[in-house]
């Protein structure tokens, strides 16, 4: 059956430290797959889209990987800040398809 | 500034009761959507619309109906055979619904059963 889970419910780490969430998705062959924000009460909001020739994207503090082989895409954030903290959510779009959500990842980043 | 704007926020259902969620894009977007929420799922796709005049069932459009008469709106019936309504309702829209066009979402409405 088709999957798509997102490592942990919820992920802490330090200020300043990388923290590191990941999405892998089974009998999927996704053409893009994009990352977003969500905070509590809101609608999500974009923030990346990496396509399936590409190894990584990078914006600001924010990194994305994409391996078609292991079939997993790693949603990094350098230098992190409180003020990252929020619910992060992978998407992907197969051919034929819409998008499918991941559950999300809470992220807490502590002062 | 342009965005989508649901409404209302929350909104309350009595038993056997049709209500209507409101999604309205001043985007100039030709594709619409509409999800479900549930704590720890993913987001689920109810319906979308890529024309006006034009939308299709999504995974779980069962007790769910839609109109797409205008571009810029999309409103979402929950009718009473829906019996397990209680959940954060999402709207979003792209430009033409393509893979490589991120989706703007709303501030969702947040349904109960009284």
């Known amino acids: 059956s088709q999957k798509i889970e997102q490592n942990s419910e919820a992920l802490n780490i330090q200020e300043g430290k990388t923290a590191t969430l990941t999405c892998n998705y089974t009998?999927?062959?996704?053409?893009?797959l994009q990352w977003y924000r969500q905070d509590p009460g809101r609608g999500p909001v974009f923030l990346l889209l990496?396509?399936?020739?590409?190894k990584e994207k990078r914006k600001e503090r924010l990194k994305v990987t994409f391996d078609t082989t292991l079939k997993q895409s790693l949603f990094h954030i350098t230098a992190s800040q409180p003020a990252d903290s929020a619910t992060y959510l992978c998407?992907?779009?197969?051919?034929?398809?819409?998008?499918?959500f991941g559950p999300g990842t809470r992220l807490s980043v502590l002062p | 500034d342009g965005g989508i704007t649901q409404s209302p926020k929350y909104l309350f259902r009595k038993e056997g009761q049709n209500v209507t969620l409101s999604c309205e894009q001043n985007?100039?977007?030709?594709?619409m959507y509409w999800y479900r929420q549930d704590p720890g799922q993913g987001l689920r796709l109810i319906y979308y619309s890529q024309i006006v005049n034009d939308f299709q069932k999504g995974d779980i459009a069962e007790g769910y109906s839609v109109s797409r008469e205008k571009k810029e709106s999309f409103p979402l019936t929950v009718t009473s055979a829906q019996k397990n309504p209680t959940a954060f309702y999402l709207c979003?829209?792209?430009?033409?619904?393509?893979?490589?066009?991120?989706?703007?979402f709303g501030d969702g409405t947040r349904l109960s059963i009284l």
């Open positions: 009998n999927y062959s996704p053409a893009y």
């Open positions: 998407a992907l779009w197969d051919y034929g398809q819409n998008f499918v």
């Open positions: 985007l100039n977007h030709d594709a």
């Open positions: 990496i396509r399936e020739n590409e």
């Open positions: 979003a829209s792209s430009p033409q619904g393509a893979g490589n066009q991120p989706q703007h």
